[in-house]
């Protein structure tokens, strides 16, 4: 589904920050991404996110090669691909509802399934009960469940989450993570950013470890 | 929460895209960073009507003036003897009824000639021993082709101190001036407008930087540049609107006391200045224009900055 080619990235005129990139995400499959700050963890995700172009090399997204695809194309892309930031990016004048909602709008689901289907996600998520809070009235957990649900309420087939435990406690980041099991198993391919050495070791799945740029192989 | 914010976030929610109406509203309902952007264009507004309504108003002066001229010669005798004047003028007369195209000839009477000229002379000062010469005003059927230098000689032959005025360097030097001023309305309009479109753009880049993280996520999630570019179509839509209007209404004052005071001091002396229905509905779109205007240029800039996104 994700396929990197010798991919190589950099900003502006400046060194490559990540050098002959080379992996590939299966339908399905769950990995973590791993390294320490500054190896390039969040550059690989905007690759991933399609919200920056490789400089070099092949990337193939939903068999679709980034290199070539006109920007029209990533938009359509893009909707296929749910992230969950490190820093909730939620938008603070909307209610969690109409944050979740937002994708589907978006995407131009009919009004009713809009609404129904943020509500659903939101109980699932366990915060049926916030649907009208505001993000700055929620807990850290709750701000990181709403983007959550606002990262997979259009059922995406790849699910991106950047240090998706950094912000809470570490019931509530068992909490989460258990979520990230249940859509990996209704079938979400899905790549966790974390420095968390122990959340890795609870779950055995294979790692991708990013070292100055350079990718390895991990388990 | 206050009071104050319970009452802005219940408006908010009622024009929400989950609310009743179909409006869709993913910057925050308050949004502050161009509050004086209609305040400016009002201004703008303002600059522009004013100038279209001079321009107007000079152009239908000149206009009615140069017609009313065009059909209106004058015959002049100026002789210091007044029974000479007498004899010239009949004999003028009598020239002017046998000349094809000529409806109506009249010598102005002595009591009108010195109305026309108490502006300058003041009322009571035209004695006696003033030589005011004679004038004939002559009515000319319109489209009629009068070769004036013609009848001048003719005039001439049977009174040698009539002169022929048929307006025409007044008319040309109207002309000029109405067309100068024309001109001067219509680059100045021109730069009104180019310099309200930079300052949309700022204002628009302004909008973009104060909210450009909500523009990411709505760029990251998906949204085409269309949708992100609606929602500051509206936003400056209104800005627009809302600065034309102000801008039309304080216009409108200024222009009806302009008009109403060059009316009183003008007398007799100037040509009456006035606009028509037509001109008055036109200018009346100035907010129409504005709003569409801010709202284009606010399109363009934005969808010019989301394609510097990837």
């Keep these: ?219 | 929460m206050a009071a104050e914010d319970k009452k802005t976030r219940t408006s908010f929610l009622e024009v929400s895209f989950l609310g009743r109406l179909k409006t869709f509203y993913f910057l925050p309902p308050k949004e502050k960073s161009n509050r004086f952007l209609p305040l400016i264009i009002a201004v703008m507004a303002y600059l522009t009507l004013l100038g279209s309504a001079t321009g107007l108003a000079i152009f239908n002066a000149t206009n009615a003036w140069s017609t009313n001229l065009s059909q209106v010669l004058t015959v002049q005798i100026v002789h210091p003897e007044a029974r000479e004047r007498e004899r010239q003028t009949r004999a003028v007369m009598e020239v002017l009824e046998d000349t094809a195209g000529v409806i109506e000839a009249r010598a102005i009477p002595e009591n009108e000639l010195e109305a026309l000229l108490e502006p300058w002379l003041g009322v009571g000062n035209v004695t006696d021993d003033l030589p005011v010469p004679a004038m004939v005003s002559v009515t000319i059927r319109q489209g009629s082709q009068i070769d004036t230098a013609a009848l001048n000689a003719r005039l001439r032959v049977r009174a040698p101190d009539a002169s022929l005025d048929d307006h025409q360097q007044w008319i040309g030097r109207l002309t000029s001036l109405s067309n100068m001023v024309q001109v001067a309305v219509f680059v100045s309009i021109a730069l009104i407008v180019l310099t309200t479109v930079a300052m949309v753009v700022f204002a628009t880049k302004s909008a973009l930087a104060a909210h450009r993280e909500t523009v990411e996520i709505m760029h990251l999630i998906g949204a085409k540049d269309s949708l992100i570019a609606s929602e500051f179509r509206k936003l400056f839509m209104l800005h627009g609107f809302k600065g034309g209007l102000i801008g039309l209404i304080a216009a409108m004052l200024t222009i009806t006391l302009i008009l109403y005071l060059a009316a009183r001091i003008g007398g007799g002396l100037l040509p009456r200045l006035y606009l028509t229905a037509g001109q008055m509905t036109l200018l009346g779109l100035v907010p129409f224009l504005t709003s569409l205007l801010s709202m284009w240029t606010a399109d363009m800039t934005v969808r010019h900055a989301l394609g510097k996104m990837v």
């Design chain 1, 1 to 219: 589904m994700i396929r990197f080619e010798n991919v190589g990235m950099r900003y502006g005129g400046e060194e490559e920050i990540l050098t002959d990139i080379n992996f590939e995400l299966e339908a399905g499959s769950f990995h973590f991404l791993t390294g320490p700050s500054g190896a390039g963890k969040s550059s690989l995700l905007k690759l991933l996110s399609l919200s920056h172009r490789h400089s070099r090399g092949r990337l193939t997204c939903f068999e679709k090669d980034i290199g070539e695809a006109q920007r029209s194309g990533l938009i359509k892309l893009r909707r296929r691909i749910g992230i969950v930031f490190q820093e909730f990016r939620l938008l603070d004048h909307l209610t969690a509802l109409e944050n979740v909602a937002l994708p589907l709008h978006i995407m131009g689901v009919k009004r009713k399934e809009v609404q129904s289907n943020a509500e659903e996600i939101l109980e699932w998520v366990g915060l049926g009960h916030k649907t009208n809070a505001l993000p700055p009235t929620l807990s850290g957990g709750e701000k990181q469940r709403v983007a959550i649900a606002r990262a997979v309420v259009t059922k995406p087939q790849l699910l991106l989450a950047d240090e998706p435990t950094g912000n809470v406690d570490p019931d509530m980041a068992e909490r989460i993570m258990k979520l990230f099991v249940e859509l990996n198993k209704m079938g979400t391919t899905l790549l966790i950013a974390t420095h968390d050495p122990q959340l890795v070791a609870r779950y055995h799945v294979p790692i991708l470890k990013l070292h100055e740029g350079r990718l390895s192989y991990g388990r």
